[in-house]
């Protein structure tokens, strides 16, 4: 683009024109040297304005091309260029004679003067941050320094030659278009312009302090470190020229601030400096006037002991550090970042949400809460890498937060860059330290909920799959059972007069379908319960069921189990012993029933061929059974050869 260009050409020629009218000036004649360098004063404010304020603006310009605010910190900071090196090129023509030429050249100088001071001082400070005016109202005040400044430069161009004494030159440098007839108004002329000017410092001053006032979290942010740096050199010109030094000092921050306020650009956290010095000058300022107020009054009353009064007073001003940092801070907080950067108000909003609703909801309204409440452009919750919730714009490399439940870690708080309302580091950490517990206590009822979740369905499949297999078992088994049943008392009933001897038969026969439907019921109620597990316990009902085909061990305690897995682990020690002595057929059967710190670990083996492909469905159903509790099962081939049932069931899934 060509104003980059034009801009950087611009602070180029602003900074040669300021270093040197400087040079030109300290190489001058003695007598011609201005009268600061003679008391020692090089740099003045006009020097750092014209140094400082054109490169800041063609920076801005080479990252924001069309801000107003730039060009005018160019334009500015270039008529202070020109006053000085004017002023230095006007001295060294009258230092050689050409005083025409020095009167002339002293119409640039005063023209840079009073264009670089008005526009920097007075009407650059109303348009900050963002290049507007606070309000309409202010517009007479651009119309006034417009106009005065006008004036002045006309002045400036006509005013007539003033009298030698009291002159800072050792001769009178002719103005070739001076008006006599003002002569005698020249001295009341100036005191006009300089107290006029005065006044439009602090009217300028003024609408900095009322738009920080007035304004958002952003805008005082934006306007907390220029405004420091402009009170600064308001104060030292309003001082008088022998306080050049906080002027100069001044115009450096403000201009600094200036970059900082209008791009955003966080090299340094500005408000951390501010909010620091704010509370540690508040925090010595109470302080030190408890410890003199107890210290004189104890000695006071207590006379002759000195020690004894500076320790009462230290013990008293040391109680009030802590709770009068922590209440400073928060005051400095809420002017700087206003009530929507307030950790307490952030924690309020969250508390309140938290609980209004079912926590799948709350944590959407809350992400939007948090993410609105941090100012960062996107936010993200991960919740046990089973549910997210994303919102705004991440980023290429979000930062990652741990959402902590109870030393448990419920989820992960991904936050994206900083949005336009930008805080701190330091103080987004303390948003952050406000905003987690919240996060963590939802994600974390978010996870139980999804636990409860699967519960359910497991209990839920595990029930259907119960009254499919009593379906089936009553129908295949019991169902056909009875229905022969049926047939042989019909059969017996058309035989009792025909053919008793057969019908006694038939009874027989009957007789003894009775006797296998008894046996069958008695296995279906078996199959629900063990009786042997009611009578027994697990360690009994499994040596019963393994007789002395197999040797069975415990490890630790087998008492007290859930219902549910100890339904479970004889179940698949049955299915076990079944399948291996169906397919493996190994005479060292072995059974080993380990509650450890965290599972049950059930294991039958025996020394049999490896018989994990011909386990088939009953390797299956011990599968489904162990997943009914929240376990696993798996087929091993045993070391040294054989087959291992292996199966390992926690013990927080089946309480």
Not at 31 to 39: D, E, I, S
Not at 549 to 556: C, D, P
Request: hydrophobic share 50%; glycine share 12%; aromatic share 6%.
């Amino acid at each position: 683009m060509v104003r980059t260009p034009v801009a950087a050409g611009l602070a180029v020629l602003s900074a040669v024109l300021a270093v040197g009218g400087l040079v030109l000036g300290l190489s001058l004649p003695e007598p011609w040297q201005p009268a600061r360098a003679q008391q020692g004063v090089v740099v003045l404010p006009d020097f750092a304005a014209a140094l400082v304020l054109p490169a800041i603006g063609a920076f801005i310009v080479s990252r924001q091309p069309r801000h107003g605010l730039a060009w005018l910190a160019i334009a500015g900071g270039l008529a202070c260029g020109l006053r000085g090196a004017g002023a230095s090129a006007m001295a060294f023509a009258a230092s050689m004679g050409e005083l025409t030429a020095a009167g002339c050249l002293r119409w640039v100088s005063h023209t840079g003067w009073a264009a670089g001071g008005m526009l920097l001082a007075v009407i650059f400070p109303l348009y900050l941050p963002d290049g507007r005016l606070p309000s309409r109202r202010w517009r007479p005040v651009v119309v006034i320094a417009t106009v005065l400044v006008t004036l002045e430069i006309v002045r400036g161009i006509v005013r007539p030659d003033p009298p030698l004494a009291g002159y800072p030159w050792p001769v009178v440098i002719p103005n070739p278009l001076g008006w006599d007839a003002l002569a005698g108004l020249g001295p009341a002329l100036n005191r006009t312009y300089y107290v006029s000017v005065q006044i439009l410092l602090l009217v300028s001053l003024l609408g900095m302090a009322l738009r920080a006032r007035r304004g958002n979290a952003v805008v005082r942010r934006q306007i907390a470190w220029p405004l420091t740096g402009f009170a600064l050199y308001v104060a030292g010109m309003l001082a008088g020229p022998d306080f050049s030094v906080p002027a100069v000092l001044g115009v450096f921050l403000t201009a600094l601030g200036i970059c900082f306020s209008v791009l955003r650009y966080r090299l340094f956290d500005l408000d951390v400096i501010v909010s620091r010095a704010l509370v540690g000058a508040g925090i010595a300022a109470v302080v030190g006037t408890v410890y003199l107020a107890v210290s004189g009054a104890v000695g006071l009353a207590v006379s002759g002991y000195d020690r004894q009064a500076g320790l009462a007073a230290a013990l008293v001003a040391g109680a009030f550090f802590h709770p009068l940092r922590t209440r400073l801070r928060r005051l400095v907080d809420q002017h700087m970042y206003g009530r929507h950067g307030d950790p307490r108000h952030l924690a309020e909003r969250l508390s309140a949400e938290a609980g209004s609703t079912d926590p799948a909801r709350a944590l959407t309204t809350m992400a939007e809460i948090t993410m609105d409440g941090l100012g960062v452009a996107g936010l993200a919750v991960e919740v046990r890498d089973t549910r997210r919730t994303e919102l705004g714009r991440l980023g290429p490399r979000p930062r990652e937060l741990p959402l902590v439940w109870h030393n448990d870690l419920a989820g992960t708080l991904l936050l994206g860059p900083p949005g336009e309302r930008r805080f701190s580091r330091e103080h987004t950490d303390r948003l952050i330290a406000a905003a987690l517990p919240y996060l963590a206590d939802v994600a974390h009822a978010i996870g139980v909920s999804e636990d409860l979740q699967r519960t359910r369905e497991q209990i839920m499949a595990a029930r259907e799959e119960e009254r499919r297999r009593l379906r089936r078992d009553l129908d295949h088994g019991l169902g056909q059972a009875l229905a022969g049943m049926a047939q042989s008392l019909n059969q017996v009933r058309t035989s009792l007069h025909s053919a008793p001897s057969s019908a006694e038969q038939l009874l027989g026969d009957l007789r003894e379908g009775m006797d296998g439907v008894a046996q069958e019921v008695r296995e279906l109620v078996y199959g629900l319960r063990p009786p042997t597990l009611e009578s027994l316990g697990l360690e009994g009902a499994v040596r019963a069921l393994a007789g002395s085909e197999a040797r069975v061990s415990v490890r630790g305690s087998l008492t007290g189990l859930p219902v549910a897995l100890e339904g479970a682990a004889y179940r698949i020690v049955r299915e076990a012993l079944a399948d291996l002595r169906r397919h493996a057929r190994g005479h060292d059967v072995r059974i080993l029933l380990d509650a450890g710190a965290e599972a049950l670990v059930v294991r039958v083996e025996d020394d049999g061929p490896w018989a994990a492909g011909s386990l088939g469905s009953g390797l299956e159903a011990m599968r489904e059974r162990a997943a009914e509790v929240g376990g696993t099962c798996v087929a091993l081939p045993r070391p040294g050869g054989g087959t291992r049932v292996e199966a390992a069931l926690p013990w927080l899934s089946s309480m």
